[in-house]
C-alpha cells in the first residue's frame, strides 16, 4: 500500500486496522487468482463484483485448451476433447449446486438469465380460473418486470389487474417479511406465482427467501427467485427451502465474464413432470436417446429437461476456472469474510461521514444477516461529481440514478486495504467538494 496523503485523523487507524485483518484472512490467496485493472500503474479498488466480477487467471488456460481441441479435432472434439463438448453444461453442475444449496439434479448451466426466467415462467406461472395474478417486487431490475409483464399478455392477462408489485412501506428502503407474507396472505387464492429476487440490486437487501417460499406455498402459488445479485454471493439452501424454481447470470459474484451462460434450478418435486408445459428443445431429450433423432420428445428428468439447446462451450470456459476457486474457498468461508468486509466498510462510512459532515445514508440493511457483499449508499448533495473524483481516483464502483453509489467488496479478490484506502479517497472527495 502507498504512502497515504490525507488530513483525515482517522485515516492511519483505518489502514493499520485493515493490515492486521488481511494478515489474518483465510481467503487472502484467492486474490492473486485474479486479474485486477490496473489505475496508474496500480491495483485500483475494484468493488463492482456485483456488475462484472474479475477475470480468473485460469480462464485464459482453459478457454485456449478449447480452441486447441476445436483446431485439433473439429467436430469430434463433442467426444474427444478433454472435456467432451456434447455434456459441457455438466461440467458446472456440481459445484454450481454447492452454492445454490441444491442437488446435482436440480440445477443446470444454460442460455441467459431473462430467457431462463421465461422458460420457467412458462412452467410455473400457470393461471387458472381466478388464480391468475403474479407478484414481482415494485423496483425490480427492469428486466424482470419486462418478462412479468410479457408473461402476462402471453396468457391474454391485464397487467393492470393481474401484475401485483410489493413495495416497501413509505419512508422505508427494504421490504418487510411481514408485510410480504401478509400481502400473499391477501391475494390468497388469486395468486398463481410469487417471482422475487434473492437479494435486491438496487438497495443490496436480501430477501427472506425461506419465509417468501412458505407464504406461497401456503397460498396455493408457486414460488420463484432471479438470483443475478445472490448467487455467489450469499450462501443458499433452495433445496430445503422447497423453492420451486431460480435463475441466474454468471457474469457478476460467478465471474464468468461478459454475457456468459447462465443458470437455473429446478426443485427435485417438478423432476418428472410431463404435465408442466414447457417449451421443448433437443438438448432437453432424454440423453441416451437425443442421438436417435425421434420426432417425439422424451422428457429428460431434472433441470436438465428445461434445455433447449447444447452447451455454448467457449462462454462456459471462464465459468469453470472461477467456480473451482469457489469450490476451493466454500460459501461459508467467503460469507464469513464479506460480513466483515461490509461491516468495516459500513463502520467507515459512518466514520467518514462524521469527520467531513456529509450526509451519507445507506440504502443496504445494517442488519448483516439481511445483505450480501453489496453497500448501496447515496451522498445527499453532492450528486455525481463525487462518483467522478472517486473514479479519477482509481475507484471502480457502480452510478445508480438517481444519486445511489453501489460498492460490492467482494471476498474472492477484494482486501480489507482496499476498503481502507477507498475511505480514504472518500474522505478526501468530500472535504474538498465543501
Known amino acids: 500500500?502507498?504512502?497515504?496523503?490525507?488530513?483525515?485523523?482517522?485515516?492511519?487507524?483505518?489502514?493499520?486496522?485493515?493490515?492486521?485483518?488481511?494478515?489474518?484472512?483465510?481467503?487472502?490467496?484467492?486474490?492473486?487468482?485474479?486479474?485486477?485493472?490496473?489505475?496508474?500503474?496500480?491495483?485500483?479498488?475494484?468493488?463492482?463484483?456485483?456488475?462484472?466480477?474479475?477475470?480468473?487467471?485460469?480462464?485464459?488456460?482453459?478457454?485456449?485448451?478449447?480452441?486447441?481441441?476445436?483446431?485439433?479435432?473439429?467436430?469430434?472434439?463433442?467426444?474427444?476433447?478433454?472435456?467432451?463438448?456434447?455434456?459441457?453444461?455438466?461440467?458446472?453442475?456440481?459445484?454450481?449446486?454447492?452454492?445454490?444449496?441444491?442437488?446435482?439434479?436440480?440445477?443446470?448451466?444454460?442460455?441467459?438469465?431473462?430467457?431462463?426466467?421465461?422458460?420457467?415462467?412458462?412452467?410455473?406461472?400457470?393461471?387458472?380460473?381466478?388464480?391468475?395474478?403474479?407478484?414481482?417486487?415494485?423496483?425490480?431490475?427492469?428486466?424482470?418486470?419486462?418478462?412479468?409483464?410479457?408473461?402476462?399478455?402471453?396468457?391474454?392477462?391485464?397487467?393492470?389487474?393481474?401484475?401485483?408489485?410489493?413495495?416497501?412501506?413509505?419512508?422505508?428502503?427494504?421490504?418487510?417479511?411481514?408485510?410480504?407474507?401478509?400481502?400473499?396472505?391477501?391475494?390468497?387464492?388469486?395468486?398463481?406465482?410469487?417471482?422475487?429476487?434473492?437479494?435486491?440490486?438496487?438497495?443490496?437487501?436480501?430477501?427472506?427467501?425461506?419465509?417468501?417460499?412458505?407464504?406461497?406455498?401456503?397460498?396455493?402459488?408457486?414460488?420463484?427467485?432471479?438470483?443475478a445479485h445472490a448467487v455467489g454471493n450469499v450462501p443458499m439452501e433452495l433445496h430445503d427451502w422447497n423453492v420451486d424454481f431460480a435463475c441466474w447470470c454468471g457474469y457478476k459474484y460467478l465471474n464468468g465474464g461478459p454475457g456468459c451462460t447462465a443458470g437455473a434450478f429446478v426443485h427435485e418435486r417438478h423432476a418428472h413432470r410431463p404435465d408442466l408445459p414447457r417449451l421443448e428443445g433437443w438438448w432437453g431429450h432424454a440423453e441416451s436417446r437425443r442421438f436417435l433423432m425421434e420426432p417425439d420428445f422424451d422428457l429428460m428428468p431434472g433441470a436438465e429437461g428445461w434445455q433447449t439447446s447444447n452447451a455454448p462451450v467457449m462462454n462456459m470456459a471462464a465459468l469453470l476456472a472461477s467456480l473451482s476457486e469457489f469450490k476451493e474457498a466454500g460459501m461459508d468461508t467467503l460469507r464469513t469474510k464479506s460480513l466483515a468486509l461490509t461491516d468495516f466498510l459500513e463502520k467507515g462510512i459512518h466514520a467518514v461521514a462524521a469527520s467531513t459532515g456529509a450526509h451519507l445514508e445507506i440504502l443496504t440493511p445494517t442488519d448483516m444477516a439481511s445483505r450480501g457483499c453489496q453497500l448501496s449508499v447515496v451522498a445527499h448533495g453532492k450528486g455525481k461529481s463525487l462518483f467522478d473524483h472517486l473514479t479519477e481516483n482509481g475507484v471502480i464502483v457502480d452510478w445508480r440514478e438517481p444519486a445511489v453509489i453501489r460498492m460490492a467488496p467482494v471476498p474472492l479478490y477484494n482486501r480489507f486495504s482496499d476498503v481502507a484506502e477507498f475511505l480514504v479517497i472518500l474522505e478526501n472527495g468530500l472535504r474538498e467538494s465543501k
Not at 151 to 159: A, S, T
Not at 195 to 204: D, N, P
Request: proline share 6%.
Open 1 to 227: 500500500m502507498p504512502p497515504v496523503t490525507t488530513n483525515w485523523p482517522e485515516a492511519q487507524a483505518f489502514l493499520n486496522e485493515a493490515r492486521q485483518l488481511d494478515a489474518a484472512d483465510p481467503l487472502s490467496k484467492f486474490r492473486e487468482r485474479f486479474h485486477i485493472p490496473a489505475h496508474e500503474g496500480r491495483d485500483s479498488l475494484y468493488f463492482t463484483g456485483n456488475s462484472l466480477g474479475l477475470q480468473p487467471k485460469g480462464a485464459q488456460d482453459i478457454i485456449q485448451g478449447e480452441l486447441d481441441d476445436w483446431r485439433k479435432y473439429g467436430v469430434e472434439g463433442h467426444f474427444q476433447s478433454r472435456r467432451p463438448w456434447v455434456n459441457y453444461h455438466a461440467f458446472a453442475t456440481e459445484d454450481l449446486a454447492a452454492i445454490v444449496g441444491a442437488k446435482p439434479q436440480e440445477v443446470v448451466a444454460m442460455n441467459a438469465l431473462t430467457v431462463n426466467l421465461h422458460l420457467l415462467l412458462i412452467s410455473f406461472f400457470r393461471p387458472e380460473g381466478k388464480r391468475t395474478r403474479l407478484m414481482i417486487e415494485k423496483g425490480a431490475f427492469p428486466s424482470d418486470r419486462y418478462a412479468a409483464l410479457s408473461q402476462l399478455r402471453l396468457h391474454g392477462l391485464d397487467p393492470k389487474e393481474n401484475l401485483i408489485e410489493i413495495a416497501p412501506r413509505a419512508g422505508e428502503h427494504h421490504l418487510r417479511q411481514s408485510d410480504i407474507e401478509a400481502r400473499i396472505a391477501e391475494e390468497g387464492d388469486r395468486l398463481a406465482c410469487v417471482m422475487l429476487c434473492g437479494v435486491q440490486y438496487y438497495t443490496g437487501q436480501w430477501m427472506p427467501m425461506a419465509a417468501i417460499t412458505t407464504a406461497a406455498h401456503a397460498a396455493g402459488a408457486t414460488c420463484g427467485f432471479d438470483l
